[in-house]
């Protein structure tokens, strides 16, 4: 009997199919232990699933969460969305942009940090908000939190 949903009999994949089901998951696989996706890395895998590699970067741009350029080991990501722009994220940046030599969007030279933007945390009650390594949230960011944390970030 067919899936209502999907039109597949029920426990019946094509080998097709089966391989498409892991390009998501072998691509967080490749990007945990790479901390980005290598072009190599997606030549290797496009050969092992025998999927094109236009269709393994079509999945790998499409979805936020996947970088196709190497990132910090540090990323540090300020919240631009409108209470933390009124509240001064535009100057955390800057300060953030200056202390790290990089614009938002860029990696340093060493891979120690990388700078991004976001356009809202949630978090707006603690706005001005900046993030680190998706872990620590940072409320009511002033220039001088921003460059102990810069600070921090750079030190470590």
């Known amino acids: 009997m067919a899936d209502k949903l999907t039109g597949i009999d029920e426990g019946v994949l094509t080998e097709e199919q089966k391989k498409r089901a892991m390009i998501i998951h072998s691509l967080f696989e490749i990007q ?8 190599e890395e997606l030549k290797k895998l496009s050969e092992k699933l025998n999927i094109p590699l236009a269709d393994i970067y079509s999945t790998a741009s499409f979805y936020k969460q996947f970088y196709l350029q190497p990132r910090g080991k540090n990323v540090v990501c300020v919240c631009v969305g409108t209470a933390c722009h009124v509240n001064g994220a535009p100057e ?38 900046v993030t680190l390594n998706e872990e620590e949230i940072i409320g009511e960011v002033t220039k001088e939190k921003a460059q102990e944390l810069a600070d921090r970030v750079w030190n470590k």
């Open 32 to 39: 945990k232990e790479h901390n980005y996706l290598p072009e």
């Open 92 to 129: 955390v940046l800057e300060v953030l942009e200056n202390t790290f030599g990089i614009k938002a969007g860029e990696t340093d030279k060493d891979l120690n940090v990388t700078l991004e933007t976001v356009g809202c945390v949630g978090c707006c009650g603690l706005a001005p908000v």
